[in-house]
């Protein structure tokens, strides 16, 4: 079974950083691409960032291209996302999605439960 | 990048009746490969989104086949053939053969009556 799950959120000031965190379990972990799906309060869905299986490819929206950062460690099975320079329209839940493929993935198959993030002085 | 628009932002249905969303992209998505990168899902109340349709017909593993999909180039639909209690939630579109872009429509809220 497919499990993943996000820790890491919180509240932040604005201009702070944060680093969530997501653990995979279930599957080949390094077989596939990972992403990070974001859910303002209320909101509808705006995809993040993806990273392919072996690392060596990045995607980012322009929402947080230069800001935020995507890495995973394949050894531990886990995804992170460095998010700097924190603004009050960063605040949303962030889920972490399993892509179909490791590389040119096109959807998410399997999302975590979710984490906060709250950014506010 | 490619936005894609839902339509009706709500719906109420019985329980037993069929009901019918519709998502629009400003762009084709149908890929030089040949298929079109078109997807749904539903984010149950206090849950993650689940993928429910791929590539505009494709069921995901356990969907019930009371839903299915349809649609080409610009315009998709997706239907519920008989609505359960359990099929309440609000419904995504999202489009991929933009990456990175990839976009999700505003979403389509289905309540039960």
């Known amino acids: 079974e497919v499990q993943l799950l996000e820790s890491g959120g919180g509240l932040v000031q604005p201009g702070g950083s944060l680093r969530l965190s997501c653990a995979a379990s279930g599957f080949s972990f390094s077989g596939y691409a990972m992403s990070w799906v974001r859910q303002a309060p209320g909101k509808g869905l705006e995809w993040v960032s993806a990273m392919s299986g072996s690392g060596g490819s990045t995607y980012f929206a322009d929402s947080v291209r230069g800001r935020f950062t995507i890495s995973r460690d394949n050894s531990r099975n886990t995804l992170y996302l460095q998010m700097n320079s924190l603004r009050a329209e960063d605040t949303a839940v962030y889920y972490c999605?399993?892509?179909?493929?490791?590389?040119?993935?096109?959807?998410?198959?399997?999302w975590g439960q979710g984490t906060l993030v709250t950014v506010s002085s | 990048d490619i936005v894609m628009t839902q339509t009706p932002l709500s719906l109420s249905v019985t329980p037993g009746q069929p009901a019918s969303i519709s998502c629009k992209s400003s762009q084709s998505l149908l890929h030089s490969d040949g298929k079109t990168y078109l997807y749904w899902y539903l984010q149950k109340p206090g849950q993650p989104p689940q993928l429910l349709i791929y590539?505009?017909?494709n069921r995901f593993s356990g969907v019930p086949d009371r839903f299915s999909g349809s649609g080409s180039g610009t315009d998709f639909t997706l239907k519920i053939s008989r609505v359960e209690a359990e099929d309440v939630g609000v419904y995504y579109c999202?489009?991929?053969?933009?990456?990175?872009?990839?976009?999700f429509g505003g979403g389509t809220k289905v309540e039960i009556k």
């Open positions: 590539e505009v017909s």
């Open positions: 999605a399993k892509a179909n493929r490791g590389y040119n993935w096109n959807y998410f198959d399997y």
């Open positions: 999202m489009q991929s053969i933009q990456l990175p872009g990839l976009t």
